[in-house]
């Protein structure tokens, strides 16, 4: 078959059973908020009553993050992946015994707090264990193919999820999720990392996590595209995140649209990325922080919810607004950043990203019922547009790479 021709990234069989493992974890992981969700509202919750057991997810992935990130350059990373797998699957199968109607809210935010912790070491190993299994030249299409397995996941994901609810019900659904993580953790074992170097006297727990943190911050770019990042989830992904299944619901009296606005959102990044992948741009950071503008069309379709298809067609135009940092942006910390930092640099990237994302999780409710969803939701495309102007604005960030670094490589050449 072509996609596994002599030479092609599909011809590598760790990258093959990484790639196949992501699609199963994350169709798992894609359709675990839609029955989350369903749970939730059918139970009577409110939008802050949401938005608080989705910001606890995210605020543990967040707190130990750092601890994900020093462990993946310590440990062999598909370890690190595995252990995270397996432990969010059995979380998922305790959703299903305790997501009861009588069940408090702060039950399920206690799992659902925990299950972040399983992110926080899965997201920096798994892009941190790219480099041992494929040839530099590789990397690019590699994670790019990668993102892309993730977008077809995040799209069957939310139908999964969506169809298995209707079906079976949400904590049946919860259960599904589960078999997904433990395929995808069956497929990590057969992966041959490459190893790595270890120090012979290892550095202390806080030296590691300093000497992350301090690469992060001597790299502009990195640490300016993370902390904008971070104020464009608070704002901006936060109020979609908890005001789309809550509109749709409202104004549609059906789920599918929230499903489906969800599917195409990865639609749309699923093939910008492929687009970016196939285009070699002269300055790949100035095509992601402009496309990255498309993505104020979900708070705007959501502001003004007039119909099912005006909703869908903002998410896929949105979807698209991320394909390029999806292409660009793992291969550049790949390419900056040394191998036995990445974890590190990952998980400071995840939780820098992240960090305030529970804060607007939590306050989309509050702030929608002081000032009203529509003058709530028109801020936040405001916000997303003011945000990547700003970001231009940031030395590096048109080609995603520190010319401080060029500058000094060619002085030591001319040296030598």
Known sequence: MAFIAPGSIFSYADYRNLWISNLFVTIG???FPIALAVTVLDAGGTTTTLGL????????????????????DRLPRKFVMIGADLYRALLMIGLVFISTPSVPAWGLAVLVFAMGAGEAFGFPASGAILPSILPSEKLPAGNVLRSLGV??????????????VAVMGGRLTF???????????FLLFRIHEAPRAVAEIPPTFITDLREGLKTVWHTPWIAATIGISS?????????????LPVITRREFHTNSVFATATAMFSIGASVSALIAMRYRARHPGLIAVVVWTLFAFAPLVLAFPSSKTFIIVGYLIAGISLGPWEAYWPSAIQREVPQELQGR???VDYMGTVGLMPIGLAFVGPVTQALGERPFLIGAVIFQLLICGLLLLVPGIIDLHSPKKIDSSQGEQFKA
């Open 53 to 72: 057991i989705l910001a606890s997810r995210v605020l543990s992935s967040v707190l130990l993050a750092p601890v994900g990130g020093v462990w993946a």
């Open 345 to 347: 640099v990952f998980s």
């Open 175 to 185: 259960a599904v999720t589960a078999a997904f993580f433990v395929i995808g953790t």
């Open 231 to 243: 104020l464009q989830l608070m704002v901006v992904l936060a109020s979609e995140n908890v005001l």
């Open 29 to 31: 992981a894609s359709a």
């Open 151 to 164: 977008r077809v996941a995040q799209v069957v994901g939310p139908g999964v999820g969506g169809f298995s």
